[in-house]
Nanobody, 120 residues
Framework: QVQVVESGGGLVQAGGSLRLSCAAS????????MAWSRQAPGKQRELVARISSGRSSDYADSVKGRFTISRDNAKNTVYLQMNSLKPEDTAVYYC??????????????WGQGTQVTVSS
């Protein structure tokens, strides 16, 4: 089985920065894309950033220019550097990893989430 664990969330003032980390472990054969999503109370889960195995990245319009996604394949870890944080960034942030076992379809595994709270 594959486990996904996020860390690095917390409370920060508007304009501040946080760096989230997500480590995957377990029966990992091949990790393709990795992504960060977030969900605020009463809202749908939103894709924030995604990074491919080739390290091309994509961002939601709301975070472009402020957030940066990166990965360390040797550590099976993906990061989300969040700068110039705004109160509207407050949400639970979830990490997901796409794992493709041999002769199998890609499966998506999710972490438990880490809370990010930005005060005004």
């Amino acid at each position: 089985q594959v486990q996904v664990v996020e860390s690095g969330g917390g409370l920060v003032q508007a304009g501040g920065s946080l760096r989230l980390s997500c480590a995957a472990s377990g029966s990992i054969f091949s990790i393709n894309a990795m992504a960060w999503s977030r969900q605020a109370p009463g809202k749908q889960r939103e894709l924030v950033a995604r990074i491919s195995s080739g390290r091309s990245s994509d961002y939601a319009d709301s975070v472009k220019g402020r957030f940066t996604i990166s990965r360390d394949n040797a550590k099976n870890t993906v990061y989300l550097q969040m700068n110039s944080l705004k109160p509207e960034d407050t949400a639970v942030y979830y990490c997901s990893v796409d794992v493709r076992p041999p002769l199998s379809n890609t499966r998506v595994y999710w972490g438990q989430g880490t809370q990010v709270t930005v005060s005004s």
